[in-house]
């Protein structure tokens, strides 16, 4: 059984940096590209981080390039998502997922609330 399992949100004050984790257990994480998505109030989903299987090719969309860093650990099941200088833009509830055998599954989230 898939799980993902995120945690490291919190309140943050601008300019300031948080480092989310998820934890996957249930498939062979080394072989999974792994992604991080975020929801803000009012808007869709969106992804904005990925990573390809071994770590070396991460992506990330044009708002957090420069600020923030996806990495993984496959010998500890793990994706971690480095958030530096958070702006209160980038307050949200934070997904992983990853795609196994075609179906797409998601933690639970994580808050990230950025303010003064």
């Known amino acids: 059984q898939v799980q993902l399992v995120e945690s490291g949100g919190g309140v943050v004050q601008p300019g300031g940096s948080l480092r989310l984790s998820c934890r996957a257990s249930?498939?062979?994480?080394?072989?999974?590209?792994m992604e991080w998505h975020r929801q803000i109030p009012g808007k869709e989903r969106e992804s904005i981080a990925a990573?390809?299987?071994?770590?070396?090719?991460?992506s990330y969309v044009d708002s957090v390039k420069g600020r923030f860093t996806i990495s993984r650990d496959n010998a500890v099941n793990t994706v971690y998502l480095q958030m530096n200088n958070l702006k209160p833009e980038d307050t949200g509830k934070y997904y992983c997922?990853?795609?196994?055998?075609?179906?797409?599954?998601w933690g639970q989230g994580t808050q990230v609330t950025v303010s003064s």
């Open positions: 990573i390809n299987y071994n770590g070396q090719i991460p």
């Open positions: 249930g498939f062979t994480f080394g072989t999974y590209a």
């Open positions: 997922s990853s795609t196994v055998a075609m179906t797409r599954y």
